[in-house]
């Protein structure tokens, strides 16, 4: 068939480990998600177990493994025990046994049961001395039923559920993930969500949709979520097209969350960065560009950015009122991160489950030492092979001026603005003329107003049309039988994006 | 390609564009045009994101040409499909429109109306999301934000081998196809042969049927063909019974490939995670709604209301006045009418088996 071409000897490596491959590593059925470099040197670090990863590399995605205790020290091995695998709603032997029990059988409940901590016998020295001597995990768990006075007495739902709790501290299982556009995304929200912008997955699913973002788009973004939008992006591009970021001011915005994506070298060459007054500058050449030759193949590496040095004043310009400065940030920061008892509500896994306390609010500045602190130091190492991936995919590249000048001639085919700390009126101006025709874009924003007032004047200046803003709504479900229904606890809120359509502007008459 | 699209026009419920294109029918130039256009069929045409051939790139920008499918934006919310047909009129209540005039403009120009009321439109490019607004139901269909969430979260990007069940109307599927374009695949399957043809009609139109095979089968009583057994990165199902399907989607998707079930009711998500169990892992389910805003300009005209394209009303004082509008405060709220379901979405990863 022809479609067995489609995915090439390339594609299906990328479903086993390599060294200095990025890995999502889900610890312990979502309770913590960890972005990791696979080195023979890189350890994972769980409660007070240092964890060497290096058993992880060439196991295809999807694999399972389980820390075990040695005279060495905790290991991972591959797991084998399919049925323990999984978490609660995805056990199907369990929930079919608890589902046809579930209308009758309550015969256990909880009424006999006193919280007086005197219902475990097994001693805090008795455990740590197991460990040393390289008792497995599930030996301590079972070591620990045996001696609760109480387990007998519990419903099969929470002996299943003091089990699990037990095996997440004694037999920690990680989870070998492929990091993808969602994933990334989720678990950023889940750990950092002030890094991406509090962007939702779904919301940015809607972006890339509305966009209209596929192979050979030239997408335009101005991404102020560390990379989340641009990585996101490039996913859909494929082995085509091209994402561009500009940004006002002389420093682009960090982007380093694409490396976490495993893009090619090509990909990342197609991934690149250019200052707004550049993408805006007088179209006066465009005349050049239709009539020279040069241009219609993008000889890039020859070709100099000399516009980049030649209009130092518009630079300077467009900086000053646009380059946020500290106090802006905080203030639009401080809505954003809602009161402290709401806090627990976006994250609550996060902050029961992450030891370390890194919910600090970024400030420009430490940007990239945030990255690496929130991909774990496993990032830092500075193995050969990790090193030598880096340097063939450097992603954020200057955009070469045969390139510019083929977007100025072309129009880029979509726009994206993730720009929380910026003023959308005047980038939207700015922008809108950078793009096609029957271009669609979008804007993402935490705040409605903005966008409602950027709508209205949109709707009169008539440059876009089919204008509408719109917020997501996503509920999560626990499904399981008998006892299906939302989850308690969810993500309240998205944010708003707005989408149009770039069309003919009405001329002056 | 034309006489089929009018006829979907055709059985369209009646308002005056409807009209309009049965006015076209029995104009003889036109039909006289549509005995010779038979032979171009659109396939080496660049229609929908210009995909189909040729330098794509250049294709998104290139003008309006006889026989694309343009996108006629009366309004909002009010877009049509249109085969641009030599000398033929469009009649709505912005005017009369004559498609010769268009041939050679980009896409996305506002174009003039020659007779009746003095108003215009605009002639988009069709896009997967215009197309879900417009096309011509043949079943429920999903929407946007199901799509989207569906797209992302089944990892469908470029190259990728995709089989969906049924294809209904080929809403989705043209999304998968853009997704997967330019060198991967989806293979559609729906067991209602009049569904299947149109819905390859529908493709064709849009360019993307080098991107798209429809097959007609029952996909709950005979599974997926085998010829796709351990190649597919993704599966999606919309059927009435999902579970049925659910061995034979394990069986289709490659090592750690996910596949996703959209169901309107609980009961069929209850059944469909019960036989995801065994063979699946990272079993959720959620539903995911939009919630649309409407903006309040000064005037007390909400977006919603918002007047359409007549060259007149540039001077009606009713409309907003430009330096009022920009010193006041714009309000907005929620939309009065929204979806308040439209089905549950349960993905699942193929589990890990170690050989
Ligand atoms: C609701 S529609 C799908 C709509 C589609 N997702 C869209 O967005 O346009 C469901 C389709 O499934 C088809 N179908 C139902 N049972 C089927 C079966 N056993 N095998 C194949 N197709 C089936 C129906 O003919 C119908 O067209």
Redesign the interface.
């Known amino acids: 068939m022809e479609e067995g071409n489609t995915t090439n000897a390339h594609e299906d490596s990328q479903r086993v480990t390599w060294e200095g491959c990025s890995v999502l590593l889900d610890v312990n059925d979502g309770d913590r998600f960890v972005f990791a470099r696979l080195t023979t040197a890189a350890t994972l670090s769980v409660g007070s177990y240092q964890i060497p990863l290096g058993p992880l590399i060439g196991r295809p995605f999807g694999s399972l493994f389980q820390m075990r205790t040695g005279p060495d020290g905790p290991f991972l091995i591959e797991d084998q025990s399919k049925a323990s695998s999984d978490s609660q709603h995805t056990n199907g032997a369990d929930t079919k046994e608890n589902g046809m029990d579930w209308k009758n059988n309550q015969s256990k409940d909880n009424r006999a049961l006193n919280d007086t901590n005197t219902a475990q016998n097994l001693q805090h020295s008795d455990i740590v001395e197991m460990k040393r001597e390289g008792v497995s995990g599930d030996q301590i768990i079972e070591a620990l039923i045996s001696n609760s006075s109480t387990f007998a007495e519990k419903t099969v739902f929470s002996q299943e559920k003091y089990k699990i709790k037990k095996q997440k501290k004694f037999a920690p299982k990680v989870l070998l993930r492929r990091p993808w556009a969602r994933s990334i995304c989720e678990a950023y929200l889940k750990k950092k969500p002030v890094k991406i912008g509090y962007l939702r997955f779904d919301t940015l699913s809607l972006m890339l949709a509305s966009a209209n973002v596929s192979g050979y788009s030239d997408v335009l973004v101005v991404d102020q979520t560390g990379g989340m939008v641009t990585g996101a992006v490039a996913e859909r591009l494929g082995s085509t097209g091209n994402v561009c970021c500009t940004y006002l001011g002389l420093k682009s915005y960090p982007i380093d969350i694409v490396k976490i994506f495993n893009f090619s070298p090509d990909l990342c060459s197609r991934i690149l960065q250019s200052p707004l007054p550049v993408l805006s500058s007088v179209r006066v050449e465009d005349t050049q560009i239709l009539q020279n030759p040069v241009n219609s193949i993008p000889s890039e590496i020859a070709t100099t950015n000399s516009l980049l040095n030649s209009t130092p004043s518009q630079v300077s310009m467009t900086n000053s009122p646009l380059n946020p400065t500290p106090s802006q940030i905080s203030m639009t920061n401080s809505p954003l991160n809602p009161r402290p008892s709401q806090i627990p509500i976006t994250c609550a896994d996060i902050v029961k489950i992450d030891v370390s306390s890194r919910q600090s609010i970024p400030s420009p500045k430490d940007h990239l030492e945030e990255t690496s602190d929130c991909t774990d130091m496993n990032l830092k190492c500075t193995d050969k092979a990790f090193e030598r991936r880096k340097v063939s995919c450097n992603p954020g590249q200057n955009a070469t001026q045969a390139r510019v000048n083929l977007w100025k001639e072309r129009g880029f085919t979509s726009l994206i603005i993730a720009a929380p700390n910026l003023d959308l009126d005047s980038l939207v101006e700015d922008l809108l003329p950078l793009l096609t025709y029957s271009a669609p874009f979008v804007i993402y924003h935490q705040f409605l107003q903005p966008l409602a007032v950027c709508m209205k004047k949109l709707m009169t200046s008539k440059i876009a049309i089919a204008l509408r803003i719109s917020e997501p709504f996503i509920r999560e479900y626990q499904v399981l039988p008998g006892r299906t229904h939302p989850f308690m606890e969810m993500n309240g809120f998205g944010g708003y994006i707005l989408s149009g359509i770039r069309v003919q502007e009405i001329p002056e008459s | 390609m034309q006489l089929i699209f009018c006829a979907l026009f055709n059985d369209q419920s009646f308002d005056k564009s409807t009209r309009v294109t049965r006015k076209i029918l029995t104009n003889p130039k036109h039909v006289n045009y549509q005995s010779n256009s038979l032979r171009s069929p659109a396939k080496e045409k660049l229609i929908m994101?210009?995909?189909a051939g040729g330098d794509?790139?250049?294709s998104?920008?290139r003008t309006i040409a006889y026989g694309d499918l343009a996108i006629v934006?009366e309004k909002?919310?009010i877009?049509r499909p249109i085969i641009v047909t030599p000398n033929a009129e469009l009649h709505n209540r912005f005017g009369v429109f004559m498609h010769n005039d268009w041939v050679g403009k980009?896409?996305?120009?506002?174009v003039l109306s020659v007779k009746g009321v003095q108003g215009y439109v605009?002639i988009?490019?069709a896009?997967?999301?215009i197309w879900t607004l417009c096309l011509q139901h043949r079943t429920q269909i999903l929407y946007?934000?199901d799509?989207?969430?569906v797209?992302?979260?089944l990892?469908i990007?470029?190259?990728?081998?995709v089989l969906e069940s049924g294809t209904g109307t080929g809403s989705l599927t043209t999304?998968i196809a853009?997704?997967?374009?330019?060198?991967?695949?989806v293979?559609t399957f729906d067991f209602h042969e009049q569904r299947a043809q149109s819905a390859r009609a529908d493709f064709d139109k849009n360019g993307i049927s080098n991107l798209v095979t429809v097959g007609v089968r029952d996909i709950q009583g005979e599974g997926f063909p085998d010829?796709f057994q351990a190649?597919v990165?993704s599966i999606f199902l919309d059927l009435p019974q999902p579970w049925c399907v659910v061995p034979s989607a394990a069986k289709m998707l490659?090592?750690?490939g996910v596949m996703c079930s959209f169901s309107p009711c609980?009961e069929q998500?209850?059944c469909t995670?019960?036989a995801?169990?065994?063979q699946?892992?990272?079993?959720?389910?959620?539903?995911?709604?939009?919630?649309?805003?409407e903006?309040l300009?000064d005037t007390g005209a909400t977006?919603e209301m918002?007047s359409g394209n007549s060259r007149k009303r540039k001077h009606d004082p009713s409309s907003?006045n430009?330096s009022i509008?920009?010193t006041t405060t714009?309000?907005?709220r929620?939309c009065r009418f929204a979806k308040g379901h439209t089905g549950?979405l349960?993905f699942a990863?193929?589990?890990?088996k170690?050989s």
């Open positions: 994101f210009g995909l794509p790139r250049l998104f920008k934006y909002h919310e877009m980009p896409f996305g120009s506002r605009y988009l490019a896009t997967p999301e946007l934000a799509i989207s969430l797209i992302m979260y990892e990007v470029p190259g990728c081998l999304s853009r997704s997967v374009a330019p060198n991967g695949h293979h010829e190649k990165d490659k090592q750690d609980i998500v209850q995670c019960e995801l169990a065994s699946f892992t990272e079993i959720r389910t959620f539903e995911i709604l939009l919630r649309h805003y903006i300009r977006s918002e907003v430009d509008a920009t714009v309000f907005a929620p549950y349960t990863r193929l589990k890990f170690s």
